[in-house]
């Protein structure tokens, strides 16, 4: 069965430095995996995806994502991190039916 | 540019009561889903359609029933409410099973 875990429920960063937020995935077969944000009271907003190919991925607010597969990892990166990304951020990887089974979210809180 | 679109944003219910989640999307998609998000739970998958005519359970699909009205159409129904279901609702879409899910804005619903 595929499954996702999310290392870390909150991390706490200052403004302009930068941040991982960690993924680990569980899969025997071919994986897709996600990431996406959530902004307080909102819905989720694809930031970046693997399907295939290169290993390192970018996405939108200048996040970026390395998938490792000896590692079973998909931990997502920004170099430098701004107040307006303090959001959630669920890790999810797709099943072959297509639905999405989530992580349970790392909660990124930007400190001035 | 509505995308997916969930009624009603917020509700409360007491228990016993039964209602309806409805959603619809504009993007002529095939594929749609409810997910419900409980704090540090994640996102977990209810019920989804694969396709028009088609519903499948997900992890957590007891209490809740779904139909997929039509293409654009799949609504989420709780045919008598229990405080284990006060949650967020989400509903989402994709153009196929390999596809980006699309997510709407969210349905805060609470059983009292």
């Known amino acids: 069965a595929q499954s996702v875990t999310q290392l870390d429920s909150q991390v706490p960063v200052f403004e302009e430095a930068p941040v991982e937020l960690r993924c680990n995935y569980s899969?025997?077969?071919?994986?897709?995996l996600f990431w996406y944000v959530q902004y307080p009271n909102q819905g989720l907003q694809l930031l970046l995806k693997?399907?295939?190919?290169?290993?390192l991925v970018k996405g939108i607010n200048g996040f970026e994502a390395e998938f490792n597969k000896s590692q079973t990892s998909f931990h997502l990166r920004k170099p430098s991190v701004h107040i307006s990304d303090t959001a959630e951020y669920f890790c999810?990887?797709?099943?072959?039916?297509?639905?999405?089974?989530f992580g349970k979210g790392t909660k990124l809180s930007v400190k001035p | 540019n509505a995308g997916v679109t969930q009624t009603p944003k917020f509700q409360v219910l007491k228990t016993g009561q039964s209602m309806t989640l409805q959603c619809a999307q504009d993007?002529?998609?095939?594929?749609m889903y409810w997910y419900r998000q409980d704090p540090g739970m994640g996102l977990r998958l209810i019920y989804y359609?694969?396709?028009?005519?088609?519903?499948d359970k997900g992890e957590v699909p007891n209490g809740y029933n779904v139909s997929r009205l039509n293409k654009r159409e799949f609504s989420l129904r709780l045919e008598s409410a229990a405080p284990s279901q006060t949650s967020v609702y989400f509903c989402?879409?994709?153009?196929?099973?390999?596809?980006?899910?699309?997510f709407g804005e969210g349905s805060w619903l609470t059983v009292v």
């Open positions: 693997y399907l295939s190919g290169s290993t």
């Open positions: 899969s025997s077969v071919s994986v897709y």
């Open positions: 999810a990887v797709r099943r072959s039916q297509g639905n999405l089974i």
């Open positions: 359609s694969a396709s028009e005519g088609t519903t």
């Open positions: 993007m002529n998609h095939n594929s």
């Open positions: 989402a879409s994709s153009l196929s099973v390999r596809d980006t899910i699309y």
